[in-house]
């Protein structure tokens, strides 16, 4: 009932940067998250950042400083901002997004996935 389709990822050498996007759609009466996860060759998935909705955000300390994730909450979209980026941030990044449908039933949706590649 809730679909969220990421773009932005792809090819880019160490030091360089990426924007992640993820637009919701579907029955969404409110979101109250919008996340961003990740999961690399072997590794389990983790967060990487979080906003509400009240703008308050939360970054893995492997990416504070050089990550941004802002939201477009008239659009139901999220944004992540990678600066700086490192060969050990190669992962499939996951849109994560949670709240209320139509139905005052909760959701808690995730993304097909989009994989970041950074080369050495």
């Known amino acids: 009932q809730v679909q969220l389709v990421e773009s932005g990822g792809g090819l880019v050498q160490a030091g360089g940067s990426l924007r992640l996007s993820c637009a919701a759609s579907?029955?969404?009466?409110?979101?109250?998250?919008m996340g961003w996860y990740r999961q690399g060759p072997g590794k389990q998935r983790e967060l990487v950042a979080v906003i509400t909705t009240g703008s308050s955000t939360n970054y893995a300390d492997s990416v504070k400083g050089r990550f941004t994730i802002s939201r477009d909450a008239a659009k139901n979209t999220v944004y992540l901002q990678m600066n700086s980026l490192k060969p050990e941030d190669t992962a499939v990044y996951y849109c994560n997004a949670g709240g209320i449908l139509w139905a005052k039933l909760p959701f808690d949706s995730w993304g097909q996935g989009t994989q970041v590649t950074v080369s050495s």
């Open positions: 579907g029955s969404i009466f409110s979101i109250h998250f």
